[in-house]
C-alpha cells in the first residue's frame, strides 16, 4: 500500500525526493464512554486501521494537502500565514489545525509542506478518523521540522486544535488513545490527571467486533457539545457543597447523597450517566486483569443501557446493533464513540464470529433498510513514522 501512495503523491505534486512516511491509527473504546470530558476513566486501544501520510518539505510557506480519501476535492492550498478555518477546505481543516496550533505553542515550523493522506478508516464511522489524522499530521511536523516534543505534547495540542481551531468540543481520550496506542494492549487513562496505565489485551479465543451502523453523523452538529454543557452545569450545582474538580471525582454512593442538589432532571441523568460510566471502568479492567472475561462483557452491557436511558446518545441503529449482538452470542457489547450513529463494540469468541456477523447483520438490515459493515480489529501500535 504504501508504495501505492508513493506513486500518488509523485503523481499528484510532481515530487519524488525526500517524501517521508507516517501512520496514525483509529481507536476504538471498550468502556468508559463520555467520561473523558468529565474527569473520568477511558479504557481505549488503537486499531491496526487508520491514516497514512505521504509529505515532502518545501523550501516555501506553501501547505498542500491532498486526500484519497476525497479526490473530488483536488489538491486544497493554503500557506503558513493563512491558517484560518475555512467550510471549504472539508477536512482539511483537521491538518491546518494543527500547524496552526503548533505555531501558536512556539514550535518552529519555517517552511511549508505538501503531503497526501489516506484513510481506511470508515469515515463519519466514530473511530476517530479525525484524531489519527491529527497525530498523523502531528508526527510529520515532528519528523519534518525536527521538533523537540514528545507524544503526550502531540496529543494535547492536536486536542487543543480539534477544540479551538475545529470547534468540537471533545475531551482528550481519542488523541490520547490514537498517539500512546500500544500493540496488543488497551489503555487504562484518568483524563482527569492523564496518569495511564497499560493493560494486556490479548483476548484468548476472544476477538473484538466492530460494527459500523453506516448512518453518518457530524460531531459539530450533533448533540456532543449540548451533553458537556449539561454535565458542566451538574457539577456547578454538586460544587455548592462538594469541593470536587470534576464528575469524575465521585463514588456512586457519594453521588446518591448529593444528587438532590442538581435541581434539573435531565442533568441529573446525565451526571449520573458520567458518575457511573467511570465506576464501571475502573470495575471493568479489574475484571479483565483476573480474567473475568464474563463481568467484563456484563460491565459493556450495562454501559449501553446507562448511555441510552441517561445519556440518550444511542438512537434507533445503534440499538438495534447492540440487542442483536447480545441476542446472538456476544460476550459484551455497546455503542462506542460520541454516539447517534457510529459503531458499536463486541466480544466474540473466534469459532462464532462469522455466525455472529452474519445474524447481526440480517437483523439490522430487516430493521433499519440498510447494511452494516463489520470488522473484526486487532490492537495495534500508536502514531509513528514508518
Known amino acids: 500500500m504504501i508504495e501505492t501512495l508513493k506513486n500518488y503523491f509523485i503523481e499528484t505534486f510532481q515530487e519524488k525526493d525526500g517524501c517521508y512516511t507516517f501512520f496514525a491509527p483509529g481507536r476504538v473504546n471498550l468502556i468508559g464512554e463520555h467520561t473523558d470530558y468529565n474527569g473520568g476513566h477511558v479504557f481505549p486501544c488503537a486499531l491496526s486501521f487508520g491514516t497514512y501520510g505521504i509529505a515532502r518539505k518545501r523550501e516555501d510557506g506553501r501547505l498542500r494537502f491532498f486526500s484519497k480519501n476525497f479526490e473530488a476535492l483536488g489538491v486544497i492550498e493554503t500557506n503558513l500565514e493563512d491558517l484560518i478555518f475555512d467550510k471549504k477546505h472539508d477536512w482539511a481543516n483537521y491538518p491546518k489545525g494543527i500547524v496552526k496550533t503548533f505555531l501558536d505553542a512556539g514550535y518552529v515550523i519555517d517552511k511549508g509542506f505538501d503531503v497526501l493522506f489516506y484513510g481506511n478508516i470508515p469515515n463519519g464511522a466514530g473511530l476517530s478518523s ?78 473484538i467486533v466492530i460494527a459500523n451502523t453506516n448512518k453518518r453523523r457530524d460531531l459539530t452538529v450533533s448533540k456532543y457539545n449540548e451533553r458537556r ?44 450517566h458520567a458518575v457511573y460510566e467511570n465506576q464501571r471502568t475502573i470495575k471493568a479492567v479489574k475484571a479483565l486483569t483476573a480474567g473475568d472475561i464474563r463481568l467484563f462483557g456484563k460491565l459493556m452491557n450495562d454501559s449501553h443501557r446507562s448511555l441510552r436511558d441517561d445519556y440518550e446518545v444511542t438512537g434507533t441503529e445503534l440499538d438495534t446493533l447492540v440487542y442483536a449482538a447480545w441476542e446472538n452470542g456476544a460476550i459484551g457489547s455497546r455503542m462506542t464513540g460520541a454516539g447517534f450513529g457510529g459503531c458499536t463494540v463486541s466480544l466474540v469468541y473466534n469459532d462464532k464470529i462469522d455466525a455472529f456477523i452474519k445474524a447481526v447483520g440480517k437483523a439490522y438490515e430487516d430493521r433499519i433498510g440498510y447494511k452494516a459493515d463489520f470488522y473484526v480489529a486487532s490492537i495495534d501500535d500508536g502514531a509513528r513514522q514508518i
Not at 487513562?189 to 476472544?206: C, F, M, Q, R, S
Not at 456547578?236 to 444528587?259: C, H, M, P, R, W
Open 229 to 272: 454543557s449539561e454535565c458542566e452545569s451538574a457539577l456547578a450545582a454538586l460544587k455548592k457543597e462538594l469541593n470536587i474538580s470534576s464528575l469524575g471525582d465521585l463514588t456512586e454512593e457519594i453521588f446518591e447523597q448529593y444528587v438532590h442538589l442538581i435541581e434539573n432532571e435531565v442533568q441529573k441523568k446525565r451526571a449520573r
Open 130 to 207: 479525525s484524531a489519527s489524522i491529527e497525530l498523523a499530521t502531528g508526527v510529520l511536523l515532528k519528523a519534518l521540522f525536527n521538533l523537540d516534543i514528545d507524544m503526550i505534547e502531540i496529543v494535547k495540542l492536536s486536542q487543543r486544535s480539534e477544540n479551538e481551531f475545529n470547534g468540537v468540543n471533545c475531551g482528550i481520550m481519542d488523541q490520547f488513545a490514537c498517539g500512546m496506542g500500544k500493540k496488543d494492549h488497551a489503555i487504562l487513562l484518568d483524563t482527569n490527571t492523564l496518569k495511564y496505565e497499560y493493560v494486556p489485551a490479548k483476548l484468548e479465543g476472544i476477538s
